[in-house]
């Protein structure tokens, strides 16, 4: 089966709108062709991954260059991943001037050109947040499971190149998991475990992605009343150690009314069983090869909502964070707006400790940033922050609840 391009896709194709909008069409119609997609979808709305100058690059920042030059204009609603720093409090947290303009210069070429700054990876937390069944392109692995299994919109995993592409071309190729085939569930997750935390569903996740890799887990067992937040940790983690971009979840998530439903015309190809044992296996995994004392204390990926800044600020209320730790809680910059407005943010900064906008340590923690802050080990509630911690913030990364974290602020030692 071939591409077929309309015939304004094709104009773009051959030109005819453009430099911009016609290296955009190169790049969707080489993905399409590559993944056998038949025609390409309109979409409105485009979370774009390469925003962050350390991940990025300079030939990221050039290409930039040369589209604005070239009158490049976005064609959707497209909000930016996080950023290489704090983008107004970067001087107070640590961060370089020489890292915060080439930041600054990168976000306004990509403003420019129409993004939303949000530089926040749970963007549905900030006004990007598609309806029931439409078509997006996403980037950040954590917002894809999301915006797939939350809110049954319909994005697959995209790398900049194609997010960007997407944003100058308002559409992208109909393959993978814009098709209904591809939405069913594929595993039977069987959950007869206790979830008392946020991040017992981080660890429920982790296990759950080394085990089914790229399949789609259709999850039982779960409570009804999940909280949101609970499956923002859930969808992170089985994103992190599996390249899973859906899940269902029985009874909760939009596509899986009933199992039967979940599983449309198939039957489960496999079915895992998670008890208390591979909860406790996995988490004391999350905690294993930390020898040093913590120095960093970090709550917030994916990016902290409202009601989890909230809880923190409740256990940090009167308290003083421990002299020669940081206590990072991480959103993005909307939020933490509305936390100052609630009196969290005075409540969290009396105790010494930050909330940090705008960035994450798998994109500051630039080799120049690690050497200026010499961290020696980090508590995280996030198993996707463990698995980064250790891989690209080079930090020894152990994974605790939201109390015990708090508590290791407080005092540098878990009970
Ligand atoms: Fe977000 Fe960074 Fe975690 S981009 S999902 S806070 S690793």
């Not at 198993?383 to 939201?402: F, L, N």
Request: glycine share 10%; charged share 20%; net charge negative.
């Amino acid at each position: 089966m071939q591409l077929i391009l309309k015939a304004h896709e094709q104009e773009m194709l051959d030109g005819k709108h453009g430099w911009p909008a016609q290296k955009g069409m190169e790049i969707l119609y080489q993905v399409g062709r590559l993944y056998g997609a038949q025609e390409m979808l309109p979409v409105k709305n485009v979370h774009m991954v390469n925003a962050s100058v350390y991940l990025a690059g300079d030939a990221a920042v050039k290409l930039a260059e040369k589209m604005l030059a070239e009158g490049a204009r976005f064609k959707t609603q497209t909000t930016l991943n996080p950023a290489s720093v704090d983008m107004d409090c970067w001087e107070e947290y640590g961060f370089t001037e020489n890292i915060y303009r080439r930041q600054k210069h990168l976000t306004d070429l990509f403003v420019q050109m129409g993004a939303i700054p949000v530089h926040c990876c749970s963007p549905y937390l900030v006004g990007q947040v598609p309806r029931f069944g439409e078509h997006c392109c996403w980037g950040e692995s954590s917002a894809v499971i999301y915006a797939n299994s939350v809110l049954g919109a319909r994005t697959n995993r995209n790398g900049g190149p194609s997010a960007l592409a997407a944003s100058l071309t308002g559409v992208t190729p109909a393959y993978g998991y814009h098709l209904r085939e591809n939405r069913y569930g594929q595993i039977l997750i069987e959950v007869d475990a206790e979830l008392n935390e946020i991040s017992d569903y981080g660890v429920l996740g982790f296990y759950i992605g080394e085990e089914v890799s790229d399949g789609v887990p259709v999850f039982t067992g779960l409570p009804a009343d999940v909280s949101n937040d609970a499956l923002k940790q859930l969808g992170s983690a089985l994103a992190t150690t599996g390249a899973v971009a859906l899940f269902h979840v029985e009874g909760v998530t939009p596509e899986a009314p009933t199992l039967e439903a979940a599983f449309g015309p198939h039957k489960p190809g496999r079915v895992i069983r998670v008890t208390g044992k591979e909860m406790r296996e996995t988490a004391e995994k999350l905690k294993a090869g930390i020898c040093g004392e913590f120095s960093l204390v970090f709550i917030g990926c994916p990016h902290a909502s409202i009601q989890e800044i909230e809880e923190v600020a409740r256990l940090l209320r009167g308290k003083k964070v421990k002299k020669g730790i940081e206590f990072w809680i991480q959103t993005g910059q909307p939020i933490k707006a509305l936390a100052d407005r609630c009196g969290l943010l005075s409540v969290i900064e009396e105790a010494g400790a930050w909330i940090v906008s705008d960035t994450c340590p798998s994109h500051c923690f630039l080799p120049e940033f690690r050497e200026a802050k010499q961290y020696k080990a980090m508590a995280t509630n996030s198993p996707k922050m463990a698995h980064y911690g250790w891989d690209m913030g080079k930090t020894p990364t152990a994974v605790y609840g939201v109390g015990q974290c708090v508590e290791i602020a407080l005092t540098g030692k878990v009970q």
